[in-house]
C-alpha cells in the first residue's frame, strides 16, 4: 500500500511538494496520482493546489476525484496546501463557488491594495513572499517549528472560519487572517511548506508521523 499519495488535479505544485516529501521520508512510498483508486488506498493524502477555485473544483470532478478526496478528508491524515485549504470551506467569493464543507466558512479575497494599510503600509495583492505564521493552538505539526516562524505565501484569497475552534495559526496581512487550520485529522494551510526551508520541512516531516485518532464517523459540515 502506498504510504503517501499526493493528489494530480492538474493545479498543484506538485514536484516541489513531492521532492520535499522524499527529502523528509526517504523510505515511505510517494506517488503523484490523478487516480481516485489510488488515493483511496493511499495511507495518508496530500492535496496541493495552484490557481483559481472555480478550476480547481471543475479539475476534481472532471478527473473524478472530488468524492476520493472528500473521503481521505473524513478518515486519514490529510495535509492540504493553498488551494488543499480554501477548498475544505463552505464557499469561495472566487467565482461564487461552494467548497467541501468541511470547515465552516468563506474564502475572501484581499482587500485592494488601497484599502489594505495606511499610507505608510500600502500592501499588494497577492499577498506573495515570507510572512510570519503566529501558531494559535498546540498541535503535533508545529513541533520543533518556533512560534513566529517565517514561511512562504503566493495567494490573492484567505479563508474565514465561521468558529476559531479549527484556527491554528494566522498571520498578519496587514490584519489577521487564518492560515492554518486543523480539525481531527485534518490540517491544511495557506502557505507553501516544500518552498518554506527548514520550517516547512520540519511541518512536513510531522505529518509524516502524525497519527491523528479515528474519525470515520464525522460528518461533512459539522
Known amino acids: ?63 473524478g476525484l472530488r468524492g476520493a478526496v472528500m473521503e481521505a478528508a ?3 491524515p490529510f495535509l492540504g496546501i493553498c488551494l488543499g485549504l480554501q477548498m475544505l470551506l463552505g464557499s469561495s467569493e472566487e467565482g461564487n463557488v461552494k467548497g467541501f464543507g468541511i470547515v465552516s466558512g468563506k474564502v475572501r479575497h484581499f482587500p485592494a491594495p488601497e484599502a489594505a494599510g495606511t499610507n505608510e503600509q500600502r500592501l499588494k495583492v497577492p499577498h506573495m513572499g515570507w510572512n510570519q505564521v503566529h501558531q494559535a493552538a498546540e498541535h503535533p505539526l508545529w513541533k520543533g517549528i518556533p512560534q513566529d516562524a517565517r514561511f512562504y505565501f503566493v495567494h490573492s484569497y484567505y479563508v474565514e472560519t465561521d468558529n476559531p475552534e479549527p484556527v491554528a495559526a494566522y498571520s498578519l496581512y496587514p490584519f ?20 518554506s526551508q527548514e520550517a516547512g520541512l520540519t511541518l512536513l516531516s510531522n505529518f509524516v508521523r502524525w497519527e491523528p485518532a479515528s474519525s470515520t464517523d464525522k460528518n461533512i459540515g459539522k
Open 176 to 195: 489577521p487572517f487564518t492560515c492554518a487550520v486543523a480539525k481531527d485529522n485534518i490540517f491544511a494551510v495557506q502557505f507553501h511548506p516544500e518552498k
Open 74 to 76: 473524513m478518515c486519514k
Open 1 to 63: 500500500m502506498t504510504d503517501i499519495a499526493i493528489v494530480d488535479y492538474g493545479m498543484g505544485n506538485l514536484r516541489s511538494v513531492s521532492k520535499a516529501l522524499e527529502h523528509v521520508a526517504p523510505a515511505a512510498s510517494i506517488i503523484v496520482t490523478g487516480d481516485a483508486a489510488a488515493v483511496r488506498k493511499a495511507d495518508r493524502i496530500v492535496v496541493p493546489g495552484q490557481g483559481a477555485m472555480p478550476d480547481c473544483l471543475r479539475e476534481l470532478d472532471a478527473r
